[in-house]
């Protein structure tokens, strides 16, 4: 069976190409994909052709966040039936490493992750019209939701694990640092924990808005009025919590200027080297916070809360592409004045 894929051969060069799909083996289901979002990732494998240490060595089918419907299953599936609606986890650690036995899984020393350059052969990932799976990877969603909406699961679980870091949110005043994806799911999460007060910043207005519709009980446009977030450093700093969700200097100075004696900074976007005020993490005894990915339960959650709208994810999908559209989707996605979260639309779609 021919399939479309959306495969980058390099910087700036990705191509809707087909290849051949097979029929489901054993343990695994043919997936019809619906809604796939464009990620921070998949954006710098396009625009540089990698971050960091992590290149694009060969061509590779982007992306990890994906929802579809199940055409088939192979022998021995049970629990997932032809018509149901999934989201699918990207994520497969080897369940038999030291860290995997620990219950470490973000910490797999042999993890394979959809549409990641991290290993040669790279992972090859989830814009296809059809793609087989391991049956495990399929969580179902509920059928009052769309695909667009299931395909917010894989960006939704990497925040609430970044949640899961920062202790109890309930009552607390968060500072969300950056409105991107991230940024709008972290705002959500929060909300959805009960913090008392969430104030979320960025340098664009249209993230903003969307920040406020994820939960922001205040949004603050540091290129036009960064005094509203300064004035929080008053009295050693305001907030109990913050996630940085921009991974830039400068927002990064003002987070931690705002954090309040003992606060925890979980530090959800990343970058390479960045220099951090150190003095102040030292003088205010605060923790920060490293998180990385997601735990297998952490996707069955984000699932959860996006079929029942207790998250209602719609207002970070700022824009749908057909797949014959891949370029123009990411030239999309890498305007932070127009986008939030960008997705390709798919046969299934
Ligand atoms: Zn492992």
Redesign the pocket.
């Known amino acids: 069976m021919t399939t479309r894929i959306c495969r980058l051969h390099g910087q700036n060069d990705l191509r809707v190409e087909t290849e051949e799909t097979a029929a489901p083996g054993p343990g695994e289901a043919l997936v019809a994909i619906g809604a796939g979002g464009i990620c921070g990732s998949d954006l710098h494998y396009f625009q540089d052709g990698g971050f960091g240490p992590i290149r694009v060595r060969e061509p590779i089918i982007l992306g990890h966040e994906a929802a579809g419907t199940v055409l088939a299953v192979g022998p021995g599936v049970e629990g997932l039936e032809p018509g149901a609606h999934v989201a699918i986890n990207p994520s497969r650690?080897?369940?038999?490493?030291?860290?995997?036995?620990e219950g470490l899984?973000t910490?797999?020393?042999?993890?394979r992750f959809n549409g990641s350059a991290m290993r040669v052969p790279h992972e090859q990932g989830l814009f296809r019209d059809r793609i087989v799976v391991q049956a495990a990877q399929c969580v179902s969603v509920g059928d009052d939701v769309t695909l667009t909406e299931a395909a917010c699961a894989e960006p939704l679980s990497v925040c609430l694990h970044a949640r899961s870091m920062a202790g109890d949110v309930a009552g607390k005043r968060v500072l969300v640092s950056g409105a991107g994806p991230i940024g709008a799911l972290c705002t959500a999460v929060a909300a959805e924990a009960g913090a008392a007060e969430i104030v979320t910043t960025d340098l664009q207005d249209i993230p903003l808005d969307v920040a406020k519709q994820m939960g922001a009980t205040r949004t603050i446009n540091v290129a036009h009025d960064a005094e509203a977030l300064e004035a929080y450093a008053a009295d050693k700093g305001y907030f109990d919590i913050v996630f940085e969700c921009s991974a830039a200097a400068p927002a990064i100075r003002a987070a931690i200027a705002a954090i309040r004696p003992q606060g925890r900074m979980v530090q959800v976007g990343v970058a390479g080297d960045v220099p951090v005020p150190l003095n102040a993490i030292v003088g205010k005894e605060i923790t920060l916070q490293g998180t990385q990915r997601f735990l297998g339960e952490d996707f069955e959650k984000a699932v959860a809360l996006i079929s029942s709208r207790r998250i209602d994810v719609r207002p970070i999908v700022t824009a749908t592409f057909p797949l014959s559209e891949a370029q123009r989707a990411f030239e999309t996605a890498g305007d932070r004045r127009v986008a939030v979260k960008v997705q390709l639309s798919f046969e299934a779609g």
Not at 93 to 101: A, E, F, K, L, V
Not at 107 to 111: G, K
């Open positions: 650690p080897c369940g038999t490493c030291s860290y995997c036995r899984t910490h797999c020393l042999n993890m």
